[in-house]
């Protein structure tokens, strides 16, 4: 009896751990679907990236330099997005000072520009939370918000990622030019369209965060029913 009780709790415990994870799995198909509906309705004509946002590329303050780094400025490489699949990115790994971003030319990207990552490896993206500045291993995009939203053209960027890898060049690795991520053509839909889609995109993000840490209480829960079992404390 006492073993069929333990392994009772630990099977709910395992249960709800599989309904997290659906959860999960549920609302990415659930923004894969409305985006797929919101880019159905992009007219005919296309237009450039460079018609719709800025493209800015970063910089590496020198690295033997001790007063160029560890500031409040946060930083960002792609190897920060690599190990992270959140939509909106306010944390990274190292920081650099005020005086390390002049030495990099003073370029801040603003809350709500997409972080799109050109070489090493080409096309992980990002919406930026709060300001920051990025290495050279960026080309990321401001938008104009009167015909782009933020949400949206993530979205765009990270279904196309094959086509962007495509057009990457070089012969030791494959790279994104600012020329050519600027002359990248796409259809947009009308921007209310858009915005629609990206309030539905950001709830769900919300909801998918909040999935991800019932998953890891869950985690918590069943480590620690395990290791009671295992001491004989249930």
């Known amino acids: 009896p006492e073993q069929r009780r333990i392994a009772s709790i630990l099977d709910e415990a395992q249960t709800l751990r599989r309904l997290a994870e659906n959860r999960v799995v549920l609302l990415e198909e659930m923004v894969r679907s409305a985006f797929r509906a919101t880019q159905a309705s992009a007219s005919l004509a296309r237009v450039r990236l460079s018609d719709i946002a800025e493209v800015v590329g970063g910089s590496t303050p020198k690295s033997g330099v001790a007063e160029l780094w560890d500031g409040d400025i946060p930083w960002i490489t792609p190897a920060d997005l690599s190990k992270n699949a959140d939509l909106v990115i306010s944390k990274t790994a190292r920081t650099i000072s005020d005086q390390g971003l002049r030495s990099i030319g003073n370029r801040l990207l603003p809350t709500g520009a997409v972080l799109l990552s050109s070489r090493a490896p080409i096309g ?3 919406i930026v939370g709060v300001p920051m500045a990025t290495n050279q ?3 990321s995009l401001i938008p104009d918000a009167e015909i782009v939203d933020s949400t949206y053209l ?3 960027l990270r279904a196309n990622r094959a086509t962007l890898e495509r057009r990457g060049v070089g012969a030791t690795f494959k790279e994104l030019s600012k020329a050519v ?3 990248i053509e796409l259809a947009l839909p009308p921007i209310e369209g858009q915005r ?3 309030r539905l ?3 769900a993000e919300e909801a998918r965060l909040r999935a991800f840490d019932s998953l890891s209480q869950v985690q918590l829960l069943t480590d620690s029913l395990q290791a009671r079992a295992i001491r004989g404390e249930l």
Request: charged share 30%.
């Open 124 to 126: 992980l993206v990002g």
């Open 137 to 139: 291993g960026f080309k």
């Open 154 to 156: 993530y979205w765009w």
């Open 181 to 183: 991520v600027e002359s």
């Open 196 to 198: 629609e889609f990206g």
């Open 201 to 203: 995109a950001r709830d």
